[in-house]
Structures are given as C-alpha cells and as structure tokens.
C-alpha cells in the first residue's frame, strides 16, 4: 500500500488545478 502522506499529496496535486478552474468557470 502507499504512504498516506504520499495519497494526500497526489490527491492535492489533483484537486487544486480542478479547483481553480471552477473558480474560473463561476
């Protein structure tokens, strides 16, 4: 299994770029 640690930071990685273009959308 992966390190938790390891999981939030892809998970980060992924989310804030989604984020911003929500942002952008609204």
Do not use: K, Y
């Amino acid at each position: 299994m992966l390190e938790p640690a390891l999981i939030l930071t892809m998970g980060v990685v992924v989310l804030m770029p989604i984020i911003e273009i929500n942002q952008l959308v609204h």
